[in-house]
C-alpha cells in the first residue's frame, strides 16, 4: 500500500535550541551505544497519578536528551500543560487509570484539540484493555507511538523515541497541508515523480525476495515529498491511472536493472480504483513488461479489499485479466476490511499481505499472535503466500518468525530507499541476518 505513516524515509529534522536548565548526561555505558548518539532534544510530559512512578519517569527521560519534561498526576492538569507550554510537546507517556479523568478521556480530549504529539501508552492493564485504548486513540486521530508495560524503563523506551525520531523526520520544508492541484498537474507533466522501494525478505532464510516500491515526488524546491501529500489529489481529480503507469514504468525499469545484475526478485505496486476499473489495464501492463524486458510474474499488484470491492464488475475483470497474464495479486492491509474470509473466495489473488496492526505489540498480546495464525493457516491451505508488514523491531521479528509467516517487510529490514541504493543495503543485511542467526542460536 503507500506508505505507512511508520514506514517512510525522512531524514531527521534539527529540534528548535530552548533555554533551559541543563540535565545531567546518562550513564557512560548508556552514553556509548549507538541508540543513545541517535537521540535528538525534544519535550517530553508524563502522565501518572503515582508518584514515585512520575518521577523515575522524568529521571528516565531526562536520560535520554529530553530538554524539558513536565509531568501531571491527572488529565486535567495535563491538558492545561499542554496548552500553556511555550513550546509544543514531542512526545506524551500516559498512564491509563487515574483518578477523576482518566488516560481514556484524556486522549479523547486531546484529539479534539488537535494534538500531534507522539504518545505511548504505558499501564499495567491487562492486553485487551490496553488494545481497545490504544485502537480508541487510534480513532480518534491520536499519534499512538506504542505501548509499554509497567514499570517504564530504560530498554523499554528507547526503541520507541528512536521510532519518534524517525517518524517526525520530514524532507519537505512545505506544511502538511495538500498540495495545489496546479502544482501537481505540472508536477506529472514535467514528471517529477520516482519509486523508492522497500525491501520484503524470506523470513527463514533471510533472503531478498521482493520488494514495493512506493511513489515519491522529487520536487524541485522542496526535494522529497510523501504521497499521502499528492495522492488524494490525484484520485479526486482523475489523474491516479496516469500518474501509476507512469510510475510503474520507471519501477520496471529499475527492476530490469536489477535482474541484469543478478538480482532477479519481483517487484510491487499499488494499484487504485480507478486503474481497475480500466479493463484495458491488464494489456497496458504486458506491454510495459515487454518494453522492460521483464516477465509479468516479476509484477505484483497490491490491492486493498475496499479496493477490491468496489465497481466490482470491472475489477474482477481486470484482476482476472491480470492474472491469465501471469501477473501477481496481493491483498494489502489483510484483515482490517469487511468479510475479509469471504473476499478470498471472491478474487483470484496469490498473496495476502497481513497489516501490521496486527504485527505491532503482537510479541505481548496473545490475541494479536492468535489472528495472525489463523490467517496464515488459511493462506497455507488456500496455497496462498504471506507477507507480514511493519516489522519495525526485533520482537517483531521474532514473533512472526516463531509463528511461520512466509515473508517479512518493515523498518527492522530496511526503510524506503532509492533504487541504486538496494543493492549496497542487501550486502550490509546479509551480515546482520548472519549475526541475527548465531544470537538467536546461543
Not at 533551559?20 to 550513564?27: G, I, L, N, Q, R
Not at 504505558?122 to 492486553?127: E, G, I, K, Q, V
Not at 533472503?207 to 514495493?212: C, F, K, N, W
Not at 486493498?304 to 496481493?330: H, I, Q, W, Y
Amino acid at each position: 500500500m503507500t506508505d505507512k505513516f511508520a514506514e517512510d524515509d525522512r531524514r531527521p529534522v534539527k529540534m528548535p535550541a530552548i533555554s533551559v536548565e541543563p540535565v545531567a548526561d546518562p550513564s557512560p555505558d548508556f552514553a556509548d551505544t549507538a541508540a543513545f548518539t541517535a537521540l535528538t532534544s525534544f519535550r517530553a510530559l508524563i502522565l501518572e497519578d503515582e508518584e514515585f512512578q512520575r518521577q523515575i519517569g522524568v529521571q528516565i527521560l531526562k536520560g535520554c536528551r529530553a530538554s524539558e519534561v513536565l509531568s501531571a498526576s491527572d488529565g486535567a492538569t495535563a491538558l492545561r500543560l499542554i496548552k500553556s507550554a511555550p513550546q509544543p510537546i514531542d512526545l506524551l507517556i500516559c498512564d491509563l487509570t487515574m483518578p477523576d479523568m482518566d488516560g481514556l478521556e484524556f486522549l479523547r480530549h486531546l484529539a479534539e484539540g488537535g494534538n500531534t504529539s507522539s504518545v505511548i501508552l504505558c499501564s499495567s492493564l491487562a492486553p485487551s484493555i490496553i488494545r481497545a485504548a490504544e485502537l480508541m486513540a487510534r480513532i480518534y486521530g491520536v499519534r499512538i507511538l506504542g505501548v509499554i508495560e509497567k514499570p517504564l524503563s530504560l530498554p523499554k523506551l528507547i526503541p520507541l523515541l528512536l521510532h519518534h525520531f524517525s517518524q517526525t523526520a520530514s524532507t519537505s520544508s512545505l506544511p502538511n497541508s495538500p498540495i495545489p492541484l496546479d502544482e501537481i498537474i505540472a508536477g506529472i507533466e514535467n514528471w517529477q515523480f520516482l519509486p523508492f522501494f522497500q525491501p520484503k525478505v524470506d523470513i527463514q532464510s533471510g533472503a531478498l525476495v521482493g520488494a514495493e516500491a512506493l511513489i515519491r515526488w522529487n520536487h524541485p524546491e522542496h526535494g522529497l515529498i510523501l504521497p499521502e501529500r499528492f495522492i488524494p489529489i490525484t484520485e479526486s481529480h482523475g489523474l491516479i491511472s496516469e500518474v501509476t503507469l507512469k510510475f510503474v514504468k520507471d519501477a520496471l525499469n529499475q527492476c530490469r536493472r536489477w535482474h541484469d545484475m543478478g538480482m532477479g526478485f519481483p517487484i510491487s505496486v499499488n494499484v487504485s480504483v480507478e486503474s481497475l476499473s480500466d479493463t484495458g489495464l491488464a494489456d497496458r501492463l504486458e506491454a510495459m513488461t515487454r518494453a522492460e524486458g521483464v516477465s509479468p510474474d516479476a509484477l505484483t499488484l497490491e490491492i486493498t479489499e475496499t479496493v477490491a470491492m468496489a465497481n466490482l464488475g470491472p475489477s474482477l475483470e481486470t484482476l482476472a485479466r491480470c492474472r491469465m497474464k501471469g501477473f501477481d495479486l496481493s491483498i494489502d492491509d489483510y484483515g482490517t476490511g469487511f468479510s475479509s474470509m469471504l473476499q478470498l473466495t471472491r478474487l483470484p489473488i496469490s498473496e495476502i499481505k497481513i497489516d501490521q496492526s496486527f504485527v505491532t505489540g503482537a510479541a505481548r498480546q496473545n490475541i494479536l499472535q492468535a489472528l495472525i495464525e489463523t490467517s496464515l493457516t488459511m493462506a497455507r491451505r488456500l496455497n496462498l503466500k504471506t507477507v507480514v508488514e511493519g516489522v519495525e523491531t526485533l520482537d517483531d521479528w521474532r514473533i512472526v518468525s516463531s509463528l511461520g509467516c512466509d515473508i517479512a517487510q518493515g523498518y527492522f529490514i530496511a526503510k524506503p530507499m532509492p533504487g541504486e541504493d538496494l543493492a549496497g543495503w542487501h550486502a550490509n543485511w546479509c551480515e546482520f541476518y548472519k549475526g541475527l542467526r548465531l544470537m538467536e542460536q546461543i
